[in-house]
């Protein structure tokens, strides 16, 4: 009986196993009940005639800003431009106002998420200097993703800087430690680089000695500890290979913005709105940074999604803030690297779906699989669309990749059984849901 079923797929071409297989979906509920064919006629049928299903993209960096400056972002109006990008899930960053550094604070941010979420959530717990002591009683609590660490200072308040702290926030962590990996120290001295109108100097500021050295001093602190740490956005070769010869405890992510823009000419077309932490840098970095996605060096993409409003960004530089939205765009940006055969959509699902389900534990996600949940992305990639400011839910309104044509792009978002978007419009209430983790 079709009543058997709450959604079926059909005609369309299925990623399992690491293949495309022509087949139909059997959705109850949150789950997928029946991967095969299904002779039903209902009225519950999507058609995927000439699409790719593919299991629900995740998005492991971003910062939806609330609370605090929601003029430029909340958590509804993220998570709309997320399912709107073929997103289903996605990790959101503690460095709010206040932040998200105590278990009060941590309530609140899911009391906050309740109802409102268009794709599913979890949220990192920031590390701080003082709270050390909680890190170690995160492991069962829902909704969380892992500990964040700002090594060196960014967007927000939190910052751990200081060696010894470092240490303490590593060895004391029974979760994965995600850290933005730039050296205060070193950004402090090098202040001194920053000139006043020209955000072209960000990049010669934060040089890649800021990052190389962070990321050489965290690594050597998990590998003493035996400990999980995960290294986001990074930028430089330098570090690009020191990270591939220490894969033992450390994991790392980029950012499609590394992979697609480069200076000197992302500065020179897009301003302060191309100033991001890390930055932006040439075109080496660039090539290194894709030739460790070709090579599966690189574990995890994720957007580093950080609006910020117009008129904020349009302040003469360096009183501009650093940070780009890109949750909506990071998922058609890759498709179209797939399409121009720079990665293949199995490295694409890998990093982008599987691998962080395997690294931080999420329960269910993922895969396409019987009983697994029903999270899945419809993509058409023979699409093209040229990527425009007006199509950004955002709140901020931009992205950098407005003018940027791509060829390959979601048509449907599914989260926990339910579509949400079609053909670029949200199409139910928000049904998003805190992620579980199995640790």
């Given amino acids: 009986m079709s009543d058997n079923y709450s959604l079926i797929i059909k005609n369309g071409s299925c990623y399992i196993n690491g293949k495309l297989i022509k087949t139909d979906l059997g959705l109850s509920g949150k789950k997928i009940k029946k991967i095969g064919k299904i002779d039903l006629n209902s009225s519950k049928v999507f058609d995927a005639t000439n699409k790719v299903i593919l299991p629900g993209i995740i998005d492991t960096q971003v910062h939806f800003r609330e609370p605090g400056s929601t003029n430029a972002e909340d958590l509804e109006s993220g998570s709309r431009a997320a399912v709107l990008g073929g997103v289903t899930s996605l990790f959101e960053m503690p460095n709010t106002n206040p932040p998200t550094s105590n278990l009060v604070e941590f309530e609140k941010k899911l009391q906050l998420a309740n109802n409102r979420m268009h794709s599913n959530y979890a949220f990192y717990f920031g590390a701080t200097p003082e709270n050390t002591d909680q890190l170690s009683q995160l492991k069962n609590l829902k909704g969380c993703c892992g500990i964040k660490l700002f090594a060196g200072s960014s967007t927000g308040n939190l910052l751990v800087d200081k060696e010894a702290d470092i240490e303490k926030v590593i060895s004391k962590a029974d979760r994965i430690v995600s850290i933005h990996s730039e050296d205060e120290e070193i950004l402090n001295l090098r202040k001194k680089f920053i000139k006043k109108g020209d955000v072209h100097s960000h990049p010669e ?108 960004k ?126």
């Avoid at 957007?303 to 409003?309: G, I, K, Q, Y």
Wanted: positive net charge; contains cysteine.
């Fill in 205 to 312: 500021w934060r040089n890649s000695e800021t990052a190389m050295s962070s990321t050489r001093r965290v690594v050597k602190i998990a590998e003493r500890y035996n400990k999980k740490i995960h290294v986001l956005h990074v930028t430089t070769k330098e570090e690009v290979d020191f990270l591939a010869m220490h894969k033992k405890n450390v994991t790392f992510e980029t950012t499609p913005q590394h992979l697609t823009l480069y200076a000197p000419d992302c500065y020179n077309k897009l301003g302060t709105y191309a100033q991001m932490n890390p930055p932006l840098r040439t075109k080496e970095h660039y090539d290194r940074l894709w030739t460790a996605i070709k090579n599966n060096i690189v574990d995890v993409l994720g957007s580093d999604h950080a609006p910020h409003t117009k008129e904020n």
């Fill in 314 to 439: 349009k302040k003469e530089y360096p009183n501009s803030p650093s940070g780009m939205p890109g949750v909506q765009t990071i998922f058609p940006v890759m498709l179209d690297h797939v399409n121009n055969n720079k990665l293949t959509l199995e490295q694409l699902i890998k990093l982008m779906c599987e691998n962080p389900c395997r690294i931080f534990g999420i329960k269910e996600k993922g895969f396409i699989k019987e009983n697994f949940d029903a999270d899945l992305t419809i993509v058409d990639m023979e699409k093209e669309q040229i990527i425009k400011d007006e199509m950004i839910a955002s709140k901020c309104g931009w992205t950098p990749f407005n003018n940027y044509k791509v060829k390959g792009f979601p048509i449907a978002t599914i989260v926990n059984g339910t579509k949400v978007m079609e053909n670029g419009k949200i199409v139910s209430n928000q049904v998003g849901k805190p992620l579980d983790f199995k640790l």
